[in-house]
């Protein structure tokens, strides 16, 4: 427990750009660009109100014309600082992994020269220099040796961006990011900043459809409830990314309606919830067989959902794109063989099989999953 308690501290001041933990934890494996993983959902019922999308302050374009996306031009970041770049920035640095994946999506990576070890799952980000500190946050003497044009610094980052302008950088510092609309500015303003319009644009509109399919998905199927729990009684609450990513998939939060960010609740606040799934990173799901969670309808009946740990917690437009299409798929899914009367469980998949297809009752999911290249595991208990 002492371990779990000091990986949650890790998380609570790693945090990406949004307002609390939604970074990728130290622990994190790397994992391949555009790839996800979901956990077959067994039945579920409660429905509760859906998660807050609260709006990001919008950053102010002073150029001339703010559609256009050439050169010089002067934007307002999260501190009221106007960041002015000249020229179009062929040395990036970015102090936090969301922002890393946006230029990635962008088609900008190319001239980024430095990323943190979170963003480590990126393609090619192993050819990066390595700007991370020992400790938490980065090193401002790294990122000063990366020289780079323009540092690109989220919310987490937010106690080190005096320190990197102390050292004549250009760095513009994003607000926090905890709904669709919050990421999809960044994405547009990181686009201005490069010289990457059309491909930010681009990237929008693939996450917006995205999101409407996953929104479609789950329409007409009664929303199940869940908890994305972090440990020691760490979870996430209302005003985060998770929270959206769990609107937008078919799922109610029942943490949302406790406290905002992320709060540490107790045991019996915990079983009060009663989520009917939990949302996990670990395809073994370990924390179902642990106490309190083992005792909610969501542990009794093994009921859980496996997102790939980067994506869903970097809030990013392959993060959205990834989980909910991942949840989504997995509650429509549920939702079909609760209709149809069919509550198999997946907890009959073959050995090292990781398609789902020899799950009962998971035919569908496994197949659409495997067109998204996402991986379906069932749970052994």
Same mark, same amino acid.
Request: overall charge negative.
């Given at each position: 427990?002492?371990?779990?308690?000091?990986? #949650?501290?890790?998380?609570? $001041?790693?945090? =990406?750009?949004?307002?609390? &933990?939604? /970074?990728?934890? *130290?622990? @994190?494996?790397?994992?391949?660009?555009?790839?996800?993983?979901?956990?077959?959902?067994?039945?579920?019922?409660?429905?509760?109100?859906?998660?807050?999308?609260?709006?990001?302050?919008?950053?102010?374009?002073?150029?001339?014309?703010?559609?256009?996306?050439?050169?010089?031009?002067?934007?307002?970041?999260?501190?009221?600082?106007?960041?002015?770049?000249?020229?179009?920035?062929?040395?990036?640095?970015?102090?936090?992994?969301?922002?890393?994946?946006?230029?990635?999506?962008?088609?900008?990576?190319?001239?980024?020269?430095?990323?943190?070890?979170?963003?480590?799952?990126?393609?090619?980000?192993?050819?990066?220099?390595?700007?991370?500190?020992?400790?938490?946050? #980065?090193?401002?003497?790294? $990122?000063?040796? =990366?020289?780079?044009?323009? &540092?690109? /610094?989220?919310? *987490?980052? @937010?106690?080190?961006?005096?320190?990197?302008?102390?050292?004549?950088?250009?760095?513009?510092?994003?607000?926090?990011?905890?709904?669709?609309?919050?990421?999809?500015?960044?994405?547009?303003?990181?686009?201005?900043?490069?010289?990457?319009?059309?491909?930010?644009?681009?990237?929008?509109?693939?996450?917006?459809?995205?999101?409407?399919?996953?929104?479609?998905?789950?329409?007409?199927?009664?929303?199940?409830?869940?908890?994305?729990?972090?440990?020691?009684?760490?979870?996430?609450?209302?005003?985060?990314?998770?929270?959206?990513?769990?609107?937008?998939?078919?799922?109610?939060?029942?943490?949302?309606?406790?406290?905002?960010?992320?709060?540490?609740?107790?045991?019996?606040?915990?079983?009060?919830?009663?989520?009917?799934?939990?949302?996990?990173?670990?395809?073994?799901?370990?924390?179902?067989?642990?106490?309190?969670?083992?005792?909610?309808?969501?542990?009794?009946?093994?009921?859980?959902?496996?997102?790939?740990?980067?994506?869903?917690?970097?809030?990013?437009?392959?993060?959205?794109?990834?989980?909910?299409?991942?949840?989504?798929?997995?509650?429509?899914?549920?939702?079909?063989?609760?209709?149809?009367?069919?509550?198999?469980?997946?907890?009959?998949?073959?050995?090292?099989?990781?398609?789902?297809?020899?799950?009962?009752?998971?035919?569908?999911?496994?197949?659409?999953?495997?067109?998204?290249?996402?991986?379906?595991?069932?749970?052994?208990?």
């Amino acid at each position: 427990m002492r371990l779990r308690s000091v990986f #949650v501290a890790a998380l609570l $001041v790693t945090s =990406a750009l949004a307002g609390g &933990v939604t /970074a990728v934890p *130290a622990n @994190a494996q790397p994992a391949a660009a555009h790839a996800g993983h979901a956990a077959v959902v067994h039945s579920a019922t409660a429905a509760s109100p859906g998660g807050t999308t609260p709006q990001a302050t919008e950053p102010q374009a002073t150029d001339a014309d703010p559609d256009a996306c050439g050169f010089p031009v002067e934007l307002t970041d999260a501190t009221g600082t106007t960041v002015t770049l000249d020229e179009r920035p062929e040395r990036i640095v970015t102090v936090n992994p969301s922002s890393a994946q946006t230029l990635w999506e962008i088609g900008a990576r190319d001239r980024v020269v430095g990323v943190t070890q979170f963003a480590a799952y990126l393609d090619g980000a192993d050819e990066k220099t390595d700007v991370s500190a020992e400790g938490l946050g #980065v090193s401002v003497e790294r $990122v000063v040796n =990366a020289d780079p044009d323009l &540092v690109l /610094a989220p919310n *987490a980052s @937010a106690d080190q961006v005096a320190d990197l302008r102390e050292q004549g950088l250009t760095v513009y510092h994003f607000s926090a990011a905890t709904n669709v609309d919050d990421i999809a500015e960044k994405t547009t303003t990181t686009g201005r900043l490069v010289g990457d319009c059309e491909a930010a644009a681009a990237t929008n509109e693939e996450m917006a459809a995205a999101v409407a399919d996953a929104e479609a998905r789950t329409a007409d199927i009664e929303r199940p409830t869940a908890l994305y729990p972090l440990g020691d009684g760490f979870v996430a609450g209302g005003d985060t990314f998770i929270t959206e990513i769990m609107r937008v998939g078919g799922v109610d939060n029942v943490a949302a309606d406790e406290e905002d960010g992320y709060p540490q609740l107790s045991n019996e606040v915990i079983l009060q919830t009663d989520p009917d799934l939990i949302i996990v990173t670990d395809p073994d799901a370990p924390i179902l067989d642990e106490e309190p969670y083992a005792s909610t309808t969501a542990g009794v009946k093994g009921n859980y959902v496996v997102l790939e740990r980067n994506y869903l917690n970097q809030p990013a437009p392959r993060s959205v794109i990834e989980t909910t299409t991942t949840l989504s798929t997995a509650i429509a899914d549920r939702g079909a063989q609760t209709e149809s009367g069919d509550n198999a469980s997946g907890t009959d998949a073959a050995d090292g099989d990781e398609t789902g297809a020899a799950a009962p009752g998971f035919g569908v999911v496994a197949a659409v999953l495997a067109t998204l290249a996402v991986a379906v595991r069932a749970r052994r208990r």
